[in-house]
């Protein structure tokens, strides 16, 4: 019981966020209760063996108490560096590690791996969980988005009038529909809730969602909008909306299978290089380029996405504008769909929010003593024209996405299976 109430000292967490500051403090002193003596200690004589190591694994001993805080964790671990991505998840750094006299995460996860008590008689040992396997709703889902998108352009180009309009309402809603599908199931969907060895589970947070149709109809109607607000004004609305840019939209959604592919083959990469990996940064430097290759990967097909596209359609090619729109998507998925759901919110809103800002500066300029509105949208459409406005939103956005991605999903926390206990 005494061990146990050493765990209800303040500042120990209580909870399954990371370890702060007062609780690195009880942890440093409970780590150097090992070395330190007191005066009565001094004047006694040297103990047994056997009581020494009682006395070091007793209250004093903080390796144990970081092992009943992460017990579910270290009983269910089949290897130290699960452990360790566990620990790696909570907060855990070198630098806590070292105030329990190790040298690294992965030495800590190793004495704990060690020391966990299995009972091999009546609980047979864990075994590594299997990596993502492709599933035939997700892979069918993929293709969806595509293929109601590539039908409702052939409508809209085989109809006129309320029929027309009709058909693009109709068809907007259910793209918009299959994306949805898309992105809340298999390697798109993200893992923050439990889910069977080996599977995917479904939810996807509902402002990703909002931005990313944003993007989309940005997409199909943000080009002909913007002309439209630069040069006459909200009369030339019904004009602009009549000019439909179908082609990047059709890229986008015919992405959706690549993407999912892409997504998988980085996740079981992944969760093969932890397997194999014997420490926290072997496993980072075998997972980087296994994630820059995937990302590229994609880049590629979305480009060639993008010329059948525009070539069958007969529309001007927009590869920087799509292809940055894709990659931006990509990594938003990527990391959604390994927890991270918060950045990929921000950077999408924000990015959205700069298309709005200009096409909003663009409208405004056309009121009395507003024409300064509109000079910074002005100059980046003279230099790139109006493609430049989604191309600088999307690539900026795609970047702090990329950096972001190369510092979180080569964490070995980040392809810990879902719902893992600690």
Request: no cysteine; charged share 20%; net charge negative.
């Given at each position: 019981m005494s061990e146990l109430g050493e765990l209800d000292r303040p500042g120990t967490p209580n909870n399954s966020g990371a370890w702060d500051e007062h609780s690195e403090e009880w942890l440093m002193g409970a780590a150097e209760t090992n070395v330190r003596e007191t005066p009565g200690q001094s004047q006694t004589t040297t103990p047994s063996a056997p009581s020494a190591r009682a006395a070091r694994r007793g209250t004093g001993d903080p390796v144990k108490a970081l092992m009943h805080r992460h017990r579910e964790l270290c009983e269910r671990a089949v290897d130290p560096l699960e452990i360790a991505a566990g620990l790696e998840a909570h907060g855990v750094t070198d630098r806590t590690a070292a105030r329990f006299r190790h040298r690294d995460v992965f030495s800590?996860?190793?004495?704990?791996?060690?020391?966990?008590?299995?009972?091999?008689?009546?609980?047979?040992?864990?075994?590594?969980?299997p990596a993502p396997r492709v599933r035939a709703d997700w892979a069918l889902l993929s293709l969806l988005p595509g293929a109601l998108c590539a039908a409702t352009v052939a409508g809209l180009h085989l109809t006129e009038g309320r029929v027309r309009l009709a058909v693009a309402t109709l068809g907007a809603l259910a793209v918009a529909l299959a994306v949805r599908a898309a992105l809340g199931r298999g390697p798109l969907g993200p893992r923050s809730h439990p889910a069977p060895p080996g599977t995917y589970p479904s939810h996807t947070p509902g402002s990703t969602r909002a931005w990313t149709y944003w993007l989309l109809a940005y997409a199909l109607l943000g080009d002909g909008l913007l002309t439209a607000a630069l040069t006459g004004g909200p009369d030339g609305f019904p004009a602009a909306v009549r000019d439909l840019s179908t082609a990047p939209v059709l890229a986008l959604t015919l992405a959706c299978a690549p993407a999912a592919w892409c997504a998988h083959l980085f996740a079981a990469g992944a969760r093969r290089k932890l397997a194999a990996s014997?420490?926290?940064?072997?496993?980072?430097?075998?997972?980087?380029?296994?994630?820059?290759?995937?990302f590229a990967l994609f880049l590629c097909t979305s480009a060639?996405?993008?010329?059948?596209?525009?070539?069958?359609?007969?529309?001007?090619?927009?590869?920087?504008?799509?292809?940055?729109?894709?990659a931006l998507l990509l990594l938003a998925r990527l990391l959604t769909a390994h927890g991270f759901t918060h950045a990929p919110a921000v950077v999408l809103g924000a990015a959205a929010a700069t298309e709005a800002a200009a096409l909003a500066t663009a409208f405004a300029s056309h009121l009395p003593g507003c024409a300064f509105l509109a000079t910074p949208v002005d100059t980046v459409v003279a230099a790139w024209s109006t493609a430049g406005i989604p191309a600088v939103a999307c690539g900026a956005a795609a970047l702090i996405l990329l950096f972001h991605a190369t510092r979180t999903l080569t964490r070995a926390s980040a392809h810990a299976i879902p719902g893992e206990p600690g």
């Open positions: 800590l996860a190793e004495e704990m791996y060690a020391r966990v008590s299995r009972d091999t008689e009546t609980a047979p040992r864990p075994t590594s969980s014997r420490g926290l940064a072997d496993f980072t430097a075998a997972v980087k380029p296994l994630l820059l290759g995937a060639a996405l993008v010329a059948i596209s525009t070539t069958v359609l007969h529309e001007p090619a927009a590869y920087t504008t799509t292809v940055t729109l894709g």
